[in-house]
């Protein structure tokens, strides 16, 4: 997992070309401006999701991992809480499923934000549990970025 900055994008050239382009396209247009739905950047090897969701209670949620993408999840607007742990560390209740590449987990992992202007990265490895809440539900605006491994 990687807690990163949307401003500087060649800090993260490391992770490959198609991570780049992903993050480039984030740094070099107003994202707040985007409508819900997918927006290709690169076919279906780079392309972004922007949503609107209603958090819910941690207790609702499971973790979520994929093994053809990675994602980057943006918030944009209200109070979004991730958690975060190791698949390996997690118990699977949903084996991987192809067609839609994720596998879901139950057990316990850390939690964060990604403050404005920030992005956090889920490799293969890293559960995940996104849309949740700690104080109230809430609607949230998000985008995910999914980039193809």
Request: proline share 5%.
């Amino acid at each position: 997992m990687i807690l990163g900055t949307i401003q500087y994008p060649s800090r993260y050239g490391g992770l490959g070309s198609r991570v780049r382009a992903g993050l480039t396209y984030l740094a070099e247009h107003d994202l707040s401006a985007l409508p819900l739905g997918r927006h290709a950047i690169d076919g279906d090897d780079v392309f972004l999701d922007v949503q609107e969701n209603r958090t819910r209670p941690l207790a609702d949620a499971l973790f979520e991992a994929h093994r053809r993408y990675l994602d980057v999840h943006v918030t944009l607007s209200g109070e979004e809480w991730f958690g975060y742990a190791l698949t390996s560390s997690l118990q699977e209740v949903e084996p991987y499923s192809s067609e839609r590449d994720v596998a879901l987990y139950s057990g316990e992992g850390v939690y964060l934000q990604a403050p404005p202007g920030h992005f956090i990265l889920f490799m293969p490895e890293d559960a995940h549990k996104p849309n949740v809440y700690f104080k109230q539900a809430g609607l949230i605006r998000k985008l995910v970025l999914k980039v193809r491994l």
